[in-house]
């Protein structure tokens, strides 16, 4: 495990793929405080940088490992750490260490000059974990289908798509079941502070739910890549 560490470290140092999303991820994220402190939930209006931010955190968590697919260098890899789980495992945790400070640094500047109350912190602390998790499910993706277009168009559909598509279904019923289980409704039950009675979710079942979707991913991907010859 520590050889695949030190392997991913370096190659992450010289060929730096995920400088840009972490670095668009941070300025989405941020982007928010442009939006100022009106409205009934400031805090839930400057976290709205989140919904973009995340976009980013996907790219990044696709790139670390589908854009070895694309330009073959995940034969070298392979060849260099053999024991698959424990390539994943190193990408995984380098992938935490860069989108955490990067999702940190994003909702600390988004929320920077409002009140530091409890639902306030609350919020942005579930918004730089949600942003973790999902890098690590887009890892996952990426991990199961090995391309990047069909992997962050998997998960871009999952994050902005599905809500919608959901509202087609002729069952009410299962309309709003399985409307508490895509990410789009954790992330708003994350940075609401205010009528949080009225919310599908609550702050701890909305990070069950991407905690979810990020094991299953995580998981799936693993098994895949176990299972292929590349």
């Given at each position: 495990?520590?050889?695949?560490?030190?392997?991913e470290?370096?190659?992450?140092?010289?060929a730096?793929a995920l400088?840009?999303?972490?670095?668009?991820a941070?300025l989405l994220t941020?982007?928010?405080?442009?939006?100022g402190?009106?409205?009934?939930?400031p805090v839930?209006l400057?976290?709205?940088?989140?919904?973009?931010?995340?976009a980013?955190v996907?790219?990044a968590?696709?790139q670390?490992?589908a854009?070895?697919?694309?330009?073959?260098?995940?034969r070298?890899t392979?060849?260099?750490?053999?024991?698959?789980t424990h390539?994943?495992?190193?990408?995984?945790?380098?992938l935490t260490?860069?989108?955490?400070?990067?999702?940190?640094?994003?909702v600390?500047?988004a929320?920077l000059?409002?009140?530091?109350?409890?639902?306030?912190?609350r919020?942005a602390?579930?918004?730089?974990?949600?942003?973790i998790?999902?890098g690590?499910l887009?890892?996952?993706?990426?991990?199961?289908?090995r391309s990047?277009?069909?992997?962050?168009s998997?998960v871009?559909?999952?994050l902005?798509?599905?809500?919608m598509l959901?509202?087609i279904?002729p069952?009410?019923?299962w309309?709003?079941?399985?409307?508490r289980?895509t990410?789009?409704?954790a992330?708003?039950a994350?940075?609401?502070?205010t009528?949080?009675t009225s919310?599908?979710l609550?702050?701890?079942s909305?990070l069950a739910?991407?905690t979810?979707?990020?094991?299953?991913?995580l998981?799936?991907?693993?098994?895949l890549?176990?299972?292929?010859?590349?």
């Amino acid at each position: 495990m520590r050889a695949a560490l030190r392997a991913e470290w370096a190659k992450l140092r010289t060929a730096p793929a995920l400088l840009l999303p972490l670095t668009l991820a941070v300025l989405l994220t941020a982007a928010g405080a442009a939006l100022g402190d009106h409205g009934i939930d400031p805090v839930q209006l400057r976290l709205l940088g989140v919904r973009l931010g995340q976009a980013a955190v996907a790219a990044a968590g696709v790139q670390i490992l589908a854009g070895e697919y694309r330009t073959g260098l995940i034969r070298s890899t392979l060849l260099a750490v053999p024991r698959r789980t424990h390539l994943l495992a190193a990408k995984a945790t380098l992938l935490t260490a860069g989108v955490a400070p990067a999702a940190l640094l994003g909702v600390t500047a988004a929320v920077l000059t409002l009140p530091a109350t409890t639902p306030m912190l609350r919020a942005a602390i579930g918004s730089v974990l949600y942003l973790i998790l999902i890098g690590l499910l887009s890892l996952g993706t990426a991990a199961a289908v090995r391309s990047s277009a069909a992997a962050i168009s998997i998960v871009l559909a999952l994050l902005y798509l599905m809500p919608m598509l959901l509202q087609i279904l002729p069952d009410p019923d299962w309309q709003r079941a399985l409307y508490r289980l895509t990410p789009a409704t954790a992330v708003q039950a994350l940075t609401t502070t205010t009528d949080t009675t009225s919310l599908a979710l609550t702050p701890a079942s909305a990070l069950a739910v991407v905690t979810t979707w990020t094991t299953a991913a995580l998981l799936l991907g693993a098994v895949l890549l176990h299972r292929r010859d590349t």
